[in-house]
């Protein structure tokens, strides 16, 4: 997911080398469309709110809608870029923190590790299921997928957490700059401000946006 946004995480230079390495290998077709074409700068995705959030604009945004330190977070996804160590902002905070590995048994696990599709399964499972979901990146399949399942079969009782993020890159620029208790409602103003149930637009993904005649049951 980072290395596919082309946004930047903080890492400098040794971070960027890391990034292109990585997306030469699994990504190349990105790759030959950077050396082709003139693209976005990943100062211009974040601003656009394009590119996932960091660890530590995760903690931010949860801290401000008023999760606490006792809250259980199960993060999605296999490999966390930085690996532990970018996890600290959030342990740090939320210590109470949980992937589907420590969820689950060596022998539990064992049978989906050759198999991706079914390890993000054990993901969408546990997203599903959680008190409340929070997107924090702009649309992933997975991500997608959750949310419209929530909006789907949640009937209003799932929530989730799916801000605006051009309006929370907005914020996150001048966050060194204004006070907490102004930081918190300009965050809860900008989750407010999203909607959260909308007919889907044209050409926008059914799972995500799963409000529409072809697949909304109709009643007369």
Not at 40 to 55: D, I, K, W, Y
Not at 199 to 218: D, F, G
Request: some cysteine; proline content about 5%.
């Amino acid at each position: 997911m980072i290395a596919h946004s082309l946004c930047e995480y903080g890492g400098g230079e040794e971070e960027r080398k890391e990034l292109e390495a990585y997306r030469e290998i699994h990504f190349p077709a990105l790759t030959l469309l950077k050396k082709t074409k003139k693209l976005p700068s990943p100062a211009v995705l974040r601003s656009e709110g394009l590119c996932p959030l960091t660890p530590e604009e995760a903690v931010l945004t949860l801290a401000a809608l008023g999760f606490n330190r006792k809250t259980r977070l199960f993060v999605a996804g296999s490999n966390i870029y930085g690996g532990v160590r970018r996890l600290t902002a959030l342990t740090s905070l939320y210590p109470n923190l949980v992937t589907k590995e420590r969820l689950l048994s060596a022998a539990e696990l064992q049978p989906f590790l050759n198999f991706s599709s079914q390890l993000a399964a054990l993901d969408l499972i546990g997203c599903t299921a959680a008190d409340a979901f929070a997107m924090t990146d702009p649309g992933s399949q997975l991500s997608s997928l959750v949310s419209g399942y929530r909006i789907y079969y949640g009937g209003g009782r799932m929530p989730t957490i799916r801000p605006n993020k051009r309006r929370l890159a907005a914020i996150f620029v001048k966050n060194n700059t204004i006070e907490w208790t102004v930081f918190e409602q300009r965050i809860r103003m900008a989750v407010r401000q999203t909607r959260r149930l909308f007919e889907r637009p044209k050409a926008r993904s059914v799972y995500r946006n799963p409000q529409c005649n072809e697949c909304m049951c109709l009643t007369k």
